[in-house]
Structure formats: structure tokens, C-alpha cells
């Protein structure tokens, strides 16, 4: 064969398709997996409590006092709503099956097998942690002593095989990774339930039904009476909030959900609808399939005598807390808050409900502010209050349920910073421990993100509270003492903050006091839950886990470092001689944006809540803010940017930097000063993406919240074009923007949603519109889209990251395909879970920033380079070629240029040029023998 003769970087000649030329020698190349290295850990039964520091030198920087649960995910709700501003509740389920009928890339090998070769471009993709950040855990399940379950709120489940030292994540291909609790059917071991959704608070993210293993969690199948009808009944099931399995008899199942307490009798093939409020827990009696009790939102507890078919309100004595009013208050006919001045508000935090008053007078507010020791803001009284009338705090938010001993049951309350509740008739009736007033805030204002209970097995007295931090009691809930301190977690020497789950391993009792963690910072580990104090006793067990949930990332040309931000985790920072397990971690809060100077990449750029942008000079070893007092007037500010605001770094000049809030921000001096280019627009939307072109540093693009798109003209002065009113585009969140790098008048645009029309694309700088979503088999499934990115070196390959993983387009989003697996490994690449952001390291490798599996990426071959003279290293690119053709159309994908340099090529068997793609002769003539 002889291929076309060209210049030393041509234009592409010809296409090839299952061309077939005989040749002699030679041999093919094979791709291999990538894989990921595992330290070797202790076995289980040598437990050893070793401080394991994950941060940097010296103290770490205060962030957000662990608050921003809720805000993180009406943040990641926002950027999803549809059209109508909801989301529906099977939009999860619905994505998943149109997703399966999509075509995967990936052609056939010589042998009739996938052969480890890749279209789009994608090789396989390499997993880069963090092994030792975690993430959210709200599920354990114990199988034995040291083998357990976890599930990850947007990571999927994980097992481990000894105690928690190493981990495998488990079935990455569900619908929904966001796995909200899970349980063990106590009639079958082999048999665990999980739940998907985040619904444990205000309005979450909807999963996709249960899903239940008949294997010990190797394999899951969605339980059939989940399948979610919208509209209909099974909208319940998008948010699974707990699951309980009879001790008596494996086929009835309550499930307590946002539309209440749910009941299957035949394992699951049907469940009825017992209660309508939304509930937070429910469990069975460890020993009776008849009792069972359950915690709803509103401070009320439900039990049962007859195994869920009936519903009971627990009764409650004693008081919360009560004081009286100091100052008198009179109405003032204003819908705004008011001040009230009472004796004493030590029992009270914001969000309380307090009655004042009595008989005809008395009236029912809310706690806006807990000012001092004795004022408080409430919301508008409508009622006049004398000096001396009562207060008392009402019953209320979130509870949760655990049995203790015998008839004893225990409830954790989100009133007046949290409230310890028992009961000694199998839940009829539950007594206050303690009244607020004397009981630490335990819960503070967030009890109704993180709010668990648990009791010993075996100790009537012993009773661990959790909700920012861990508080245990020795005598029965009376008084509590703190166990935990989120502001040592990163030093080694304690727990991560905001808890979720507590669990005792199987064969707990003397001897034996091992309790397992779920948090926000992933899996910890006591050996003694009677001993284990603020710093001493806690054991890190995220080594491996890699259920990270990243907003963003960046990195630099080689890959050396990389830094990202994080839900609750900030913004670690990877290190290639280090590796997937040693991230480092340089101060506390929920990470965002991120930008790694690409001429020098000692110099990085992180963000914590609100644009308040941090710059690192050491690597990322620490950080110093570079935003508020430098100019950045948005900055810190909640209501002049997003809780997650983006910024980015101008790919010419690593010195300029664009942020957005409100007001769109630039610096030029490496954020030593910041200034406006654009105020805040109409309607004052957030900023929501920011894309800066190559080459052009002043053509920058802009979108927002309400659908806005604008651009500037491309001059030294910053004048904004609006260019969403040009067409078809709608009115949702523009999540992200993608300038063609070869092309600045190509542009493609992403909008919030699980809808059809989440991708649109501009060939004319947004004078005109196209919609970009596929057509026939290759149309996108209706998916929330959160990144998209062109290829640097081939234009027509575009990627992007949805809810379900990725996907990639051949050309231009005319058609969409999913991409490949390999050696039918499900394990293998960015699953089913989040892609926050993609984006590129050089020109040919793809990293996938994940809500709930950290990062990965994988080399894509724009273009693989041949030469038959190199007689050193070879990967295919330029510098470093392959010296056979067979080893460059193994290496390659459909539409990857083959760049072959003039030679003659003498290879043995088939040479057989089988994907689509473009073929070029370097130099001279290709000839192959």
C-alpha cells in the first residue's frame, strides 16, 4: 500500500475502513488496563490507631463551621432543575434505560474481541484517587467482623474484606450510585437491601428506586416494586430514606421515604403506601418482626405493634425547654421579623419553634436568631406579650430511632440544638433525657443533614449522639461528653465532622468494642467506643476508597499535580510521585474552582464557598486568600455569588484570571488585584460558567443561572453581546461553555436539566443556533450534562460529562455514543456517577473530575504518530513514536489521525486498517511489505 505524500504536518488523505494488506513481520500491540497500585494494610484482627496526617504543615486554615450540607446540595439541585423548576422524580431511571439503548464505542478486534481497543479516542482510564480524602457515608452494613458494606451518597457501594483497611467499590453500573442507606435481611445474610436518593433533608436529588444482592452485595437488581411511575404512587420511591427487614420473616420490608412509611409483604414485588409524611427513619425491633418504630421530620415518633401495618404517634413527657418573657413586645403589624426578649436562650438555636403566650394569646414563631443570652429573632408575632408570659420550645424536626435493650427504644431530636429521648415500652410513649438547656448543642442548626443515634447492645447506660460532632453518654443520656474535634481530622488525630451512621461490628461485647463511622469525610473506627476520646483512639479508614465528590479540577501539561475542589473536603491536591493515596489537603471547607498556573505550577489557585479565591506559591501546600481586600467585590458574599461560583485561568496567559459572581471579575497581576469587567446584569443572575479562548485572550464567554449567554467582542475593551436571545436556546442554567481551541466562532454551550436539549453549538459566535443532542440511536438520553470539552488536536471529537458518566460525539455532536469499557470490567472508567467538570492535561489526556469517585483519566488519541526510525520509548505520540504500523492502529481509535513517517514497513500477518479515521504519509511515501 502506498500512502499519500504530504508535509510534516498534512492534511488528512484518505479515509480507511477494513482496508486489508498483507505483510510480512511485525506484530501487534495490545492496550492494557490501567490499574491502581494498593498499599498493603495490617490483617483485621492486629488493629493498631496510628495518627495517618492528610494535611499540610502547621494548623489547618479555619473554613465554613460545617454548615453547608443543605446549601451544597440546593446548589447541585439548582443546576438540574427543568423547564417547569423541578426535577422529576424518575428523571435518574428514565436517563439509565434510554442510556442502555445508546451504542458503546468500540470496535472489534482481529480475534472477534474488544481486544482492549477504544473509540472516541479513549484508551483505558487511569483511577488518580484521592485514597485517602473519602466522602459522604450514610450506609454500613457488616457481613462479618471485618467484611462490610459502605454506601456512598453519590459513590456507589464499597466492600471491604478486612475491617476497612482496603476497599473494592461494587456494580458501578447502577442507575444511581447515590446510595442513601442499605440493610442486611436478618433471615438471609446473602441478602442486602440499598436505597438510592439524597432526600435526607429539604429537597434532594432523586435515585432510582432499591435495589437489592442475593450475593453479599457482588451483584444488584432493582427491586420490581420500586420502579418509579411518574406521575403516580412510585414517586416516593426516588427518596429512600431508610430500609427495615423483619427479623421474622425475610419478605416484608418497610422503607421510610419522603411520601412516608412504605410496606411490601411479598419481598418486594409490592408495597403499600402506610403513612403520608415524609419520614427520616424506621426500624424493627432487633429480635420482634412485630414492633417497629420510625422518626419523621416534623419532632414526631411512630410505632407499631403488628410488623408495620399500623401506625401509632408515640407520646412524649417532659419539656424541651421553657423561660418566660423579660420585655414586654408589642406587635407591630409588620411581615418582618421581631425581637424578643425573654429570660434565657440557652435551650434554643435558629430554626426552634417556640410557643408564647397561653389560651387565646398564645402564638407559635420561629426562631430567625438566637442574638444573646436572653434576645432572640423570631418571626412576625401577630400578638402582643406580657413581661412574665411562658416560652417554650416546641417539639420538632428531624428524629431519628434506634432500639436499645429489651423494650428500650432511643430517638435523637433536632430541637434546640438537639434533644436524647427514651422509651421503655417499645416506643408508646418516650421521655426527655435531658432538657436543651442543659444538653450541649450537639446538633447545632444542622440536625436535619446530620442526625444519628446508637446504642450499645449489651449497655443500658451507653448512648452515642452524633451530628457535627460525636457526643457519648455513660449514664443513659442524662449528660453527654464530646468524643470528636473536626478541627484535629486533618492532623490524624480525630474524626472528620458531620455524622451519619453508627455501627457496631457483628461479635461487639467485652473484649470487643470495635464501632464503625459513616461521615462526610468517608469511614472512621474506634476499637473502643468506651475510650476513644476528642484526639485519641480514631482510626482513618479511607485508604482506597475513593468516593471523593469533586465540583471541579485542574491540572498542568505533565500531570504532576492536579487540584480540585470538594464537597466538604476542600481542595486536595494530587502529586504524581505521592500517588492516588497521599492527596494533600491544606485547609478545611467545601473546595470549588480550580486553576493550576501552566508555565509554573508551583503557582494554584483554589476556592472555598462564595468566589473567595485562595493562591498557593509552594505547590499547593498552603494557601492565602487572594479575593476579599484584593478587589474581588463579590467575594465571600452569598448574595453576590453562587456557593459554588466558577473562575478560570486564560489558556495564553496563566497571570489572568476571569471570576464570576454577579459582577464578571479579572485579574491580570496572578490575583494580586481584581477588577470588574462587566456589573451585574438584568434579574442580577449568578455566574455560572466562564470559557476563554485560545489564542484570543479578550474573547470570553459567559453564562448564568437564568439561561443568559454572553460574549465580548473580542477588543482590548470589555463590551458584552448577549447571545442567548438568538435562537432556540432555553431559559435554564448554562452549566458550561467550550470554545473550540482551533476555532473561536465555535462554541458549544450546556444547560441544566433532565431534558433533551441540554447541548447547543454555534458555528457564528452565537448569531445562530443548533441544537447538538444526536439523532436516531445516537440521540442523548434525557441527562443532566455538567461539562463539555473539545478535543485539543481533532475538533470533531467532543466530549462531555453527564449524571451517568461520559459520553463522546465523532462529529460535533451530530451522534452521541457512550464509551467504551474494557475487558468487560464494569470497575473500569468514570461509571455511572456525576462528571463535574472535565478537562485536559496537555493535548491528548481527558481527566474526569467526579461528585462521588474522585478523579480519572484516560489518554485519547487526537493523533498517533508512527515511525519505523525510533528505536527508543513508545506511546504513540510525537516525540515518542511507534516504530510498526500495527502497534498505531491498535493504539488508535475511530477518528484518531494516523500520522505514519515515510519509510519502508516490513510486518508480518494482516495489517488491517479497520476504523474510521484519516491516514497521512509524512516525509515522503509509505510503503508496507
Known amino acids: 500500500m502506498h500512502a499519500s505524500k504530504s508535509t510534516r504536518r498534512p492534511a488528512a488523505t484518505c479515509l480507511y475502513a477494513m482496508l486489508i494488506v498483507a505483510a510480512l513481520g511485525g506484530c501487534r500491540a495490545q492496550t492494557q488496563r490501567a490499574t491502581v497500585e494498593r498499599h498493603a494494610h495490617a490483617p483485621a484482627d492486629s488493629v493498631t490507631i496510628a ?55 468500540h470496535a472489534d478486534a482481529l480475534d472477534g474481541g474488544e481486544g482492549g481497543i477504544a473509540d472516541g479516542g479513549i484508551w483505558s482510564w487511569e483511577y488518580l484517587g484521592p485514597g485517602n480524602v473519602g466522602g459522604r457515608v450514610r450506609s454500613i452494613v457488616f457481613l462479618d467482623d471485618d467484611s462490610l458494606l459502605i454506601g456512598s451518597v453519590s459513590g456507589g457501594v464499597w466492600r471491604s474484606d478486612d475491617a476497612g483497611f482496603s476497599w473494592t467499590p461494587v456494580n458501578d453500573f447502577l442507575p ?35 435495589f437489592r444482592s442475593e450475593d453479599r452485595g457482588v451483584t444488584w437488581a432493582l427491586v420490581p416494586g420500586t420502579e418509579l411511575i411518574v406521575p403516580g404512587p412510585g414517586d416516593g420511591f426516588a427518596f429512600i430514606q431508610r430500609v427495615a427487614v423483619s427479623p421474622t420473616n425475610g419478605n416484608v420490608i418497610l422503607m421510610a421515604t419522603k411520601t412516608g412509611i412504605w410496606r411490601s409483604a411479598d419481598r418486594g414485588e409490592t408495597f403499600d403506601q402506610m403513612t403520608t409524611d415524609n419520614c427520616s427513619d424506621v426500624k424493627f425491633h432487633p429480635t420482634s418482626g412485630s414492633r417497629a418504630i420510625a422518626g419523621r421530620w416534623n419532632g414526631d415518633i411512630l410505632y407499631s405493634s403488628d410488623g408495620g401495618l399500623t401506625w401509632s404517634t408515640s407520646a412524649f413527657s417532659g419539656t424541651l425547654f421553657s423561660t418566660t418573657v423579660r420585655v414586654a413586645t408589642s406587635a407591630d403589624g409588620n411581615a418582618d421579623d421581631d425581637t424578643l426578649h425573654v429570660f434565657d436562650t440557652g435551650g434554643c438555636v435558629a430554626g426552634d419553634s417556640i410557643r408564647v403566650g397561653s389560651g387565646g394569646n398564645a402564638e407559635t414563631v420561629s426562631v430567625a436568631e438566637v442574638v444573646d443570652a436572653d434576645t432572640l429573632k423570631v418571626s412576625d408575632l401577630a400578638n402582643s406579650h406580657a413581661k412574665n408570659e411562658a416560652a417554650a420550645l416546641l417539639r420538632g424536626g428531624r428524629v431519628e430511632v434506634t432500639w436499645g435493650i429489651g423494650t428500650t427504644a432511643w430517638a435523637s431530636m433536632d430541637a434546640g440544638g438537639g434533644a436524647i429521648w427514651r422509651s421503655t415500652d417499645y416506643g408508646a410513649s418516650f421521655t426527655i433525657r435531658n432538657n436543651t438547656k442543659s444538653t450541649p448543642d450537639y446538633l447545632g442548626t444542622q440536625g436535619g443533614y446530620d442526625n444519628i443515634i446508637w446504642a450499645a447492645p449489651d449497655d443500658a447506660n451507653l448512648v452515642v449522639v452524633g451530628g457535627i460532632e460525636l457526643w457519648r453518654s455513660a449514664d443513659a443520656g442524662v449528660t453527654i461528653t464530646q468524643i470528636s474535634d473536626r478541627t484535629e481530622y486533618l492532623s490524624g488525630v480525630s474524626i472528620h465532622p458531620d455524622h451519619h451512621m453508627i455501627v457496631e461490628i457483628p461479635s461487639y461485647g467485652p473484649g470487643n468494642r470495635r464501632v464503625y463511622f459513616g461521615c462526610d469525610g468517608g469511614v472512621y473506627m474506634t476499637p473502643d467506643i468506651y475510650t476513644v476520646s476528642l484526639t485519641s483512639g480514631w482510626g482513618n479508614l479511607n485508604r482506597g476508597l475513593g468516593i471523593t465528590q469533586f465540583y471541579a479540577g485542574a491540572t498542568e501539561p505533565t500531570g504532576t499535580f492536579m487540584l480540585g475542589g470538594t464537597q466538604d473536603n476542600s481542595s486536595p491536591r494530587y502529586w504524581a510521585e505521592e500517588g492516588a493515596d497521599a492527596w494533600h489537603i491544606a485547609f478545611r471547607g467545601d473546595g470549588g474552582w480550580a486553576a493550576i498556573n501552566h508555565e509554573n505550577p508551583a503557582i494554584q489557585y483554589a476556592e472555598i464557598q462564595y468566589l473567595a479565591i485562595k493562591k498557593s506559591t509552594n505547590f499547593g501546600q498552603t494557601f492565602t486568600d487572594c479575593s476579599e481586600g484584593f478587589g474581588l467585590g463579590d467575594a465571600g458574599d452569598k448574595t453576590r455569588a453562587d456557593f459554588i461560583p466558577p473562575f478560570s485561568m486564560d489558556p495564553n496567559n496563566p497571570n489572568r484570571l476571569i471570576a464570576g459572581g454577579s459582577s464578571i471579575w479579572l485579574t491580570v497581576d496572578a490575583a494580586s488585584s481584581w477588577f470588574s469587567i462587566r456589573p451585574p446584569v438584568s434579574g442580577d443572575p449568578f455566574c455560572s460558567a466562564i470559557d476563554i479562548a485560545k489564542g484570543h485572550s479578550n474573547t470570553i464567554w459567559v453564562g448564568y443561572k437564568d439561561g443568559r449567554i454572553s460574549r465580548t467582542d473580542g477588543g482590548s475593551v470589555f463590551s458584552w453581546v448577549d447571545v442567548d436571545a438568538n435562537g432556540p436556546l432555553p431559559n435554564r442554567v448554562v452549566t458550561d461553555i467550550a470554545i473550540n481551541p482551533q476555532d473561536p466562532d465555535q462554541v458549544f454551550v450546556t444547560l441544566g436539566g433532565y431534558q433533551y436539549d441540554t447541548v447547543w453549538f454555534t458555528d457564528d459566535a452565537g448569531a445562530t443556533w443548533q441544537q447538538r443532542t444526536g439523532s436516531g440511536e445516537n440521540t442523548l438520553p434525557a441527562i443532566h450534562v455538567g461539562s463539555i470539552r473539545f478535543h485539543p488536536l481533532n475538533d470533531n471529537l467532543i466530549y462531555i460529562g453527564t449524571d451517568l458518566g461520559v459520553l463522546v460525539s465523532e462529529d460535533k455532536g451530530l451522534n452521541w455514543n457512550r464509551t467504551p469499557r474494557f475487558g468487560n470490567v464494569d470497575n473500569d472508567g468514570p461509571v455511572n456517577v456525576e462528571v463535574s467538570e472535565l478537562f485536559w492535561q496537555g493535548d491528548e489526556t481527558l481527566v474526569a473530575a467526579t461528585f462521588g469517585r474522585g478523579m480519572y483519566r484516560t489518554r485519547t488519541r487526537g493523533a498517533v504518530y508512527i515511525d519505523k526510525a525510533n528505536n527508543g520509548a513508545e506511546d504513540g505520540t510525537q516525540p515518542n513514536p511507534f516504530n510498526t504500523v500495527s502497534e498505531g492502529i491498535s493504539a488508535a481509535g475511530h477518528g484518531t489521525l494516523l500520522s505514519i513517517e515515510s519509510a519502508d514497513y516490513d510486518e508480518s500477518g494482516t495489517t488491517r486498517f479497520f476504523k474510521r479515521g484519516r491516514v497521512v504519509a509524512t516525509g515522503g511515501a509509505v510503503r508496507i511489505h
Open 51 to 105: 495518627p495517618a496526617r492528610i494535611g499540610g504543615a502547621g494548623e489547618p486554615t479555619p473554613g465554613r463551621e460545617a454548615t453547608g450540607g443543605r446549601l451544597a446540595l440546593d446548589y447541585r439541585r439548582s443546576r438540574r432543575l427543568d423547564d417547569d423548576g423541578t426535577i422529576r422524580s424518575d428523571a435518574l431511571q428514565r436517563a439509565w434505560r434510554e442510556m442502555q439503548a445508546v451504542p458503546e464505542l
Open 176 to 210: 444511581s450510585l447515590a446510595i442513601g442507606c442499605m440493610i442486611q435481611d436478618p433471615t438471609d445474610p446473602d441478602v442486602i437491601y440499598a436505597g438510592t436518593g439524597e432526600g435526607h433533608w429539604w429537597n434532594g436529588l432523586p435515585g432510582a428506586g432499591l
